[in-house]
């Protein structure tokens, strides 16, 4: 009722005259959200002034929070706090109030050219000018169900306000006619394109003091933590690469106890996810057994969808 409310206009959403991109899907969680906002930062970031406004989940402050050299998962939530940590030339900021975060982002000074809205796809309040949709290969929208059936958070006629439909975690092996299939069961509208991506994991994994090759830790007692969404694809990679590992999988966004840090701590070798260091590398400062494993968006017809981005930054 509240999207057709929005549809009728009944319901006001405020509309920008800048580039306002948001990332997001219809389900809960696990799409890939954080790797896709890295991509367009990646992408923007030489030619734009670009930030990212997220509500902050998990945090503890509330209103609006600029990132700063004083910040912590605390005070932003641990995504917006991996890209302020990634991304030096970036501004950074959480406000639960959407429109009273653009209001702040935009009296800075310098103020942002580009702003990112991470997981802005049913914040109707405001109208962003293009919106990237994501949807798991192994977890199509369209075949899932409204919660508390399914997973999605709204219909699947939402999908409709999209101008990109990104399937993600896809194998590297996806065919050109398995491609087709999915879009032909996605039956986007003539105004969507559809893209495909797959996870690249980086060969080489980090701690706070070093960095070392994934294969160093073959053959050596490690403990997997991950507190994502879906950690499926992170593990299975892992097998694939031959290490023996003893997987301790928490909840998304998962707030570390005391005595599950003491715990960890008696690990011979830890290895996370990014999302997830941002978290427990404060209590693992005086310990070199921490190490996580970053991942990168690889997007197939780029060339296509880089176009896509920029042709609409450019028409603003």
Same mark, same amino acid.
């Given at each position: ?8 206009? #009944?319901?006001?959403? $405020? ?29 923007? =970031? ?56 653009? /209001?702040? %982002?935009?009296? %800075?000074? *310098? ?5 990112? %809205? ?46 990109? #439909? ?29 893209f495909f991506s797959s #996870?690249?994991y980086s060969n080489t /994994? ?14 050596? =007692? #490690? ?9 499926? *694809?992170?593990?299975?990679?892992? =097998?694939?690469?031959?290490?023996d590992f003893k997987h ?24 996370? $996810? ?19 494993? *970053? ?22």
């Open positions: 009722m509240r999207n057709k409310f929005y549809d009728a206009g #009944i319901f006001k959403s $405020t509309s920008y005259d800048f580039p306002l991109i948001a990332v997001g899907n219809l389900s809960v969680g696990g799409t890939g959200k954080t790797p896709m906002i890295e991509y367009l930062i990646r992408l923007l =970031k030489s030619n734009y002034e670009v930030a990212t406004l997220s509500r902050g989940y998990g945090r503890t402050t509330k209103g609006f929070v600029l990132a700063d050299k004083n910040t912590d998962t605390m005070r932003i939530g641990d995504e917006p706090f991996q890209f302020y940590s990634k991304f030096e030339t970036i501004k950074v900021a959480v406000d639960a109030n959407r429109r009273e975060g653009i /209001v702040n %982002l935009r009296a %800075l000074t *310098p103020k942002p050219d580009v702003i990112l %809205l991470d997981d802005a796809f049913q914040h109707r309040k405001i109208k962003a000018g293009f919106y990237v949709l994501l949807t798991s290969y192994n977890a199509l929208y369209v075949d899932d169900f409204l919660l508390p059936t399914g997973n999605l958070r709204e219909s699947k006629q939402g999908a409709k306000r999209a101008n990109a #439909i990104v399937v993600t975690k896809c194998p590297s092996s996806l065919s050109e006619q398995e491609k087709n299939e999915i879009i032909k069961r996605l039956k986007p509208n003539a105004n969507q394109d559809v #996870i690249e /994994v980090y701690s706070l003091a070093e960095e070392q090759p994934l294969e160093f830790f073959k053959d050596k =007692k #490690i403990t997997l933590v991950t507190g994502i969404a879906n950690a499926n *694809p992170l593990v299975e990679y892992l =097998k694939s690469k031959a290490l301790l999988n928490f909840k998304d966004h998962h707030l570390f106890s005391e005595n599950e840090i003491n715990a960890l701590k008696e690990e011979h070798i830890i290895l996370t $996810t990014e999302k997830d260091y941002m978290r427990l590398s404060p209590h693992f400062k005086g310990e070199g057994n921490l190490y996580y494993l *970053p991942i990168q968006v690889s997007i197939d017809d780029k060339l296509r969808f880089d176009r896509l981005i920029n042709n609409y930054i450019e028409s603003c």
